[in-house]
């Protein structure tokens, strides 16, 4: 393989850049640590050969298990509970399997992770239609814009959440924020139903993403959008409200949102959002590391050699392989966390990680706490 082979795919995992829409952002052109690790990556499949970097048995069989399950306790919930003692644990449940769907299958979908066969990611993407989350508006969000310029502030849309929170040094800081370590948290919870309610739209109309343009849904985008919408309403609000009142059915609404929104906003911060990430600034248009190196130096893993944690977040907590290898299903990653360790550290580059979950929730609560604080403009 030649070089100029090797660099062409070298980037075929990275996000692709709309003409005239994402806003344009270069960086270093030193590849020799993404060339390397992708290498040693692509040797690993070799040696394995018939093992597709996508999905397998083990990935249809989780789908089956966390599909079934949030059918159950959907069913349950709806149908079955008659008191509260049997309802709040089955909400709770719900919105925390609709997480697994959104981390395990429609995440792995998006990223064309999940299968070889385009339309089968598709399929699995719009599961997160089913749950009331478009797929569509997430893939540019999420896939395009937040993988490409992770904690690049004024780029990076994850961690601009406006006056409400401070999550970069780069950031405004407003005197609410002394106190957004303890009001975050519950507000996080709402992260889910804004998506499905209010950030939907608002970015398909506008067709704005922050300070990025990107192309309105049209055709069976914009069917699978409405559908998508009308199926979510259908499951949680008009099925449920043939048996129940209005009052039940948007407090147990609100549990499950509550708890998904959580799980979601908590699984994605740990990562990106605190101390030990950097917040690069970006100067004249370029960044100073290139691609992957900035991906290591603003992601941290957490919970690795978890199965507890790993299984039911999609292998999320292997959160730097995912960020340098979004093509790759996430099946794999524990296998690859070695590689990507190793390969760091023959580079010189920084790897992190949070010992456990709870260690990583922690940080971020000091993140919130230091970001709120008087004089902390911090820039490296």
Known sequence: MTQKQEIHQSRADQPSQAKGSILKLEFGQ??????DIRQRVDAYFQQRAGRSRTGSWQMYLKTVVVLTCSAIFYVLLAFVARSAWQALPLAI????????????IAHDGGHKAYAKALWVN???????DLVGVSSYAWFWKHAVIHHRYVNI?????????GIIGRLSPHSKRLPIHRWQHFYLWPLYG?????????????????????????????????VIFVAGKMVFLAWAFCIPLLFHTFGVVLFYYGVAVLVLGLTIAVVFQLPHCVEQAAFPVPREGRMENPWAVHQASVTLDFARGNRIVSWPLGGLNYHLEHHLFPTICH???PALTKIVEQTCRDHGIKYAEHASFWTGLAAHYRWLR???????????
């Not at 449940?93 to 395990?104: E, M, V």
């Not at 598709?122 to 997160?128: C, D, E, G, R, V």
């Not at 739209?201 to 990107?214: A, E, N, Q």
Request: charged share 20%; glycine share 12%; no cysteine.
């Open 30 to 35: 030193n590849r020799v640590f993404e060339l």
């Open 331 to 333: 099946i794999h990653y």
């Open 370 to 380: 230091q970001m709120g604080m008087p004089g902390t403009n911090i820039s490296r």
């Open 122 to 128: 598709k399929l699995m993407a719009a599961t997160m």
């Open 153 to 161: 502030t004024g780029y990076d849309t994850d961690i601009d959440i």
């Open 93 to 104: 449940l719900l919105g925390l399997s609709t997480a697994g769907i959104g981390f395990n």
């Open 190 to 222: 709402l992260l889910a139903s804004k998506m499905q309610f209010v950030d939907d739209f608002k970015r398909v109309i506008r067709g704005r993403i922050g300070k990025h343009g990107f192309p309105r849904p049209k055709g069976w985008e914009l």
